[in-house]
């Protein structure tokens, strides 16, 4: 029975998350999540259909929480292309490093996405968006920013792999390393265009 104003699925999703950041995916556990919601064990499945399905909503939840920094920073920066999309890449590296589970291919396996699940969710697609849209404001052309947006996508994932890893030397704050390589990565693409 349901508890008067209670909404369990949501309630069951956040406490996945929770779970997902703090055990990872080897960690991860259903029951675990039921009972700290205070349900039974098959709790989970009467909301959803299976584990693919239960991880389907948690990628949307956080889809959707992404998405809302996002969107926050193209309100700031509309029209500004270059730095929304600088200001939305160092969010989701951050966001990323809170949730590393999200640069776990198990993770994507289970809810049937390749490795690049991620490049299906609306908050990446809007962050690539301003670079795309910077690139044919300066008419860059396609082949070029292209292969320039895979640096942005190695950078990003290989700082939260060193970051949530503790590979940094002591003491060290990456973002403004990150900031830096951001920067560069533009300087490089204007550089061979000519502007």
């Known amino acids: 029975m349901q508890e008067f104003g ?3 699925a949501e309630e069951l999703v ?3 998350i929770r779970q997902l950041r703090e055990k990872g995916i080897d960690g991860f556990s259903s029951r675990a999540v039921a009972e700290i919601c205070h349900v039974s064990c098959a709790a989970p499945f009467k909301h ?3 584990r693919r399905e239960f991880f389907l ?4 939840r956080l889809d959707e929480s992404l998405l809302e920094s996002m969107k926050a920073v193209e309100k700031e920066w509309g029209g500004d292309y270059k730095t929304a999309h600088l200001k939305m890449n160092e969010a989701y590296i951050r966001y990323l490093c809170e949730n590393p589970f999200l640069i776990n291919t ?3 396996k289970i809810i049937d996405e390749g490795p690049a699940g991620i490049h ?3 908050s990446f697609r809007l962050m690539v968006n301003q670079f795309v849209l910077y690139c044919r404001e300066k008419q860059i052309p396609e082949e070029v920013y292209r292969s320039y947006y895979f640096n942005f996508q190695t950078l990003a994932y290989g700082a939260v792999f060193v970051i949530v890893n503790g590979l940094l030397m002591p003491g060290v704050d990456p973002i403004p390393d990150i900031l830096d390589l951001q920067e560069r990565i533009y300087r490089n693409l204007e550089r061979v265009i000519g502007r």
């Open 6 to 8: 209670r909404d369990l």
């Open 14 to 16: 956040e406490e996945g």
């Open 48 to 50: 959803f259909k299976g």
């Open 57 to 60: 909503a948690m990628s949307q």
């Open 106 to 108: 198990t993770f994507w």
């Open 120 to 122: 299906k969710w609306k």
